[in-house]
């Protein structure tokens, strides 16, 4: 007698259960990940709001203790302060967009400082009375601050 080999070909049972089984272990993660994803975007938010807000309690300080106000360009500003050293030399802090950071120059010139990272566009404006500092940042909030200053 001769036995006749069948060729079976296609999924068992068993294997049509195990690859459902993934699949809804799969599906069962995907709710609790978008509320971790929500957590952590909020937690950015809240960084980038906490700094920036640093950021503006300095450049106010900053601002108030100013003589004049030099608007270079869109991106750039130059603070004049007195110098009570050297009266004859004005004390100057330059603010300036670069490489999606505000970076500050100070004193003579000898001195440089990050104030803010995480910054996609910066707008400096003055138009009278009324300083603006507009920043837009990586997680594309839009933080904008006014600024009524009175120059001597």
């Known amino acids: ?13 068993l294997e049509a259960l195990l690859q459902l089984l993934c699949l809804c272990m799969v599906a069962a993660t995907i709710p609790l990940i978008i509320p971790w994803y929500e957590k952590t975007k909020e937690f950015m938010i809240g960084t980038n709001t906490a700094e920036f807000e640093v950021f503006m309690s300095e450049f106010r300080a900053d601002l108030q203790k100013s003589e004049a106000i030099y608007v270079v360009n869109d991106e750039e500003i130059q603070l004049e302060q007195a110098n009570e050293t050297n009266p004859e030399k004005k004390y100057l802090s330059t603010y300036r967009f670069s490489k999606n950071r505000i970076i500050k120059t100070y004193g003579l010139g000898d001195g440089t400082d990050i104030k803010l990272v995480a910054v996609t566009k910066v707008h400096f404006s003055l138009e009278k009375e009324l300083f603006t500092i507009q920043c837009k940042m990586g997680n594309d909030a839009i933080r904008r601050r006014t600024f009524v200053v009175s120059l001597k």
Do not use: E, I
């Not at 007698?1 to 049972?13: H, R």
């Open 1 to 13: 007698m001769c036995k006749v080999q069948v060729d079976q070909s296609g999924y068992t049972l």
